[in-house]
Structure formats: structure tokens, C-alpha cells
T-cell receptor, first 113, second 115 residues
Framework: DSGVTQTPKHLITATGQRVTLRCSPR?????VYWYQQSLDQGLQFLIH???????AKGNILERFSAQQFPDLHSELNLSSLELGDSALYFC????????????FGQGTRLTVV | AQSVSQHNHHVILSEAASLELGCNYS??????LFWYVQYPGQHLQLLLK??????LVKGIKGFEAEFIKSKFSFNLRKPSVQWSDTAEYFC?????????????FGKGTRLSVIA
């Protein structure tokens, strides 16, 4: 158990819908990262939050957004869903210090039908 | 652009064979290097990491990796693989000087160990 909790584990939804994925980082970690894992693209970095502030954006679509709340949990919002958004979405957390590694949650498997 | 390359997409080995998975990175600064493993249906787990110091790094489950700065490489090795090592292996890099920068991953190498 990495200490990073993601809910839900599985999500099946229709095209055009909106979903919210939730991540609770390890206790004390200030940084939260979101990644998308698909067969063709591999692990793609989406967005990074540190202590409530957005720090970096990767290959995140405009239909996707995220936020980190004062209690440090984070939510990834995916809207106007398309079939191609079906993937495994991972959240990772780290302390935010220079020499640290990221710990990953179990992921949310999103299936868009 | 920053990138991480893993040369092997799928490696099939017999039990007790030796393993070496290649990883090369393209980065303009000082880096931290990682190998993560993803067992079927599970999340990514850290195998080993390199921040500084001895370029030969030992990780969990008998894995090790060597950082060769001149070659921009961080290859993963294991002298004798077991069936339980069947998994996908990811090399990842981030910039050390910028603090907690996001990890950039290679596309992964699937390892299948057969009896």
C-alpha cells in the first residue's frame, strides 16, 4: 500500500458525460501529480499541484481540469468525454522536496462507452 | 524536448536468465532517475532511484541499475529473474535542480518470465 488513495477504482460512463476522479495523497505530501496511462501513449503527465497551487501542466486537454483542496486532496474533472479518453488515470504524491520519489495510487480505470 | 527512451518493448526470458533493460534520457540539466515496476493489475511501485553519489544503485527484489552520465543511460539489471518478475518496467526522470518536477516516463518494457 503506497498510502495514496484513489476513488473510484472503476468508472464506466457514456460519451459526452462528465466525471470526477478523486485522489488523497500520502499523509504529509504536498505535491499531487495526475497521469494518464493508455496502451498507445504510455504514461502521460497531465498536471501537477503543490500545496493547492498549479505548478505544471503536461498533455492535459482543455476538457480536463483539476484542483487541489486545502486538505491537499485533489480532483481531476473530465468533461465531454470521448471514447479515446478511456484509460487508467493515476495520481501520485510526493513531499515536494528535491530528493524524493513519487508514490502512486491504484489508479482509476475509466471506460467511456 | 525532454524524453525517456526504453529500447525494448517486450522481453521474454526463461527463469534464472539475466536481465538488462535499457533506458536513455534526453535532458538538459541534472536529473533524478527512477525505475518503477507495474505488476499486472496493480499500481506503479518504486524499484530503485538515483539522486547522486555511487552510480550503481541497488533496489528491491535483487534489482540494480547503473547511471552512466556520458551515455545518458540508466539501465536496469537483475542477475537471475524469477517468474514473479513478470511485469511492466518503467524508467522515469525528473529534473533535480527544479525541485519536485513531474516525472517523465519511458513507454515501458513488458517482461515475461517463463518457466
Amino acid at each position: 500500500d503506497s498510502g495514496v488513495t484513489q476513488t473510484p477504482k472503476h468508472l464506466i460512463t457514456a460519451t459526452g458525460q462528465r466525471v470526477t476522479l478523486r485522489c488523497s495523497p500520502r499523509s504529509g505530501d504536498l505535491s499531487v501529480y495526475w497521469y494518464q496511462q493508455s496502451l498507445d501513449q504510455g504514461l502521460q503527465f497531465l498536471i501537477h499541484y503543490y500545496n493547492g497551487e498549479e505548478r505544471a501542466k503536461g498533455n492535459i486537454l482543455e476538457r480536463f481540469s483539476a484542483q487541489q483542496f486545502p486538505d491537499l486532496h485533489s480532483e481531476l474533472n473530465l468533461s465531454s468525454l470521448e471514447l479515446g479518453d478511456s484509460a487508467l488515470y493515476f495520481c501520485a504524491s510526493s513531499s515536494g522536496q528535491v530528493h524524493t520519489e513519487a508514490f502512486f495510487g491504484q489508479g482509476t480505470r475509466l471506460t467511456v462507452v | 524536448a525532454q524524453s525517456v527512451s526504453q529500447h525494448n518493448h517486450h522481453v521474454i526470458l526463461s527463469e534464472a536468465a539475466s536481465l538488462e533493460l535499457g533506458c536513455n534520457y534526453s535532458y538538459g540539466g541534472t536529473v533524478n532517475l527512477f525505475w518503477y515496476v507495474q505488476y499486472p493489475g496493480q499500481h506503479l511501485q518504486l524499484l530503485l532511484k538515483y539522486f547522486s553519489g555511487d552510480p550503481l544503485v541497488k533496489g528491491i527484489k535483487g534489482f540494480e541499475a547503473e547511471f552512466i552520465k556520458s551515455k545518458f543511460s540508466f539501465n536496469l539489471r537483475k542477475p537471475s529473474v524469477q517468474w514473479s518478475d513478470t511485469a511492466e518496467y518503467f524508467c522515469a526522470v525528473n529534473l533535480r535542480d527544479s525541485g519536485n518536477t513531474p516525472l517523465v516516463f519511458g513507454k515501458g518494457t513488458r517482461l515475461s518470465v517463463i518457466a
